[in-house]
């Protein structure tokens, strides 16, 4: 069946739950995704997040001292009409998850299992 952009893009309700480690979004068309924090942590599509990933990229035996970025969630908060910006408990907020990006990632079975590696603004 094919889903028309509006329908297919639009959240109805968006909730983070902290105790399960997941993003919940569910979809205007009934739909629902389950995003884990982790996973969206590591792929934050900021500008500081991918220049990191280049750089780690580039230099695979480079070590990193200290923790890793945080999974933790403070808040979130929409931005426009499109996308979703994720407050992590380390102080990072520079990452916007456009839905449409989201929603082309549901990492469920009936949207073909695990998400794909970036996430995408429009």
Known sequence: MAMTRVATH???KLAVDRAAGLLRISWVDGHTSNF???????VCPCATCAEAKRTADADPLRLIVGPGPSA?????ELVGNYALRII???GHDGGIYGFSGLRASCPCAECGGEAPALLQVE
């Open 10 to 12: 639009r959240p109805q």
């Open 36 to 42: 884990r924090l982790a996973w969206l942590r590591a």
């Open 72 to 76: 933790a969630v403070t808040g979130a």
């Open 88 to 90: 992590w408990a380390d």
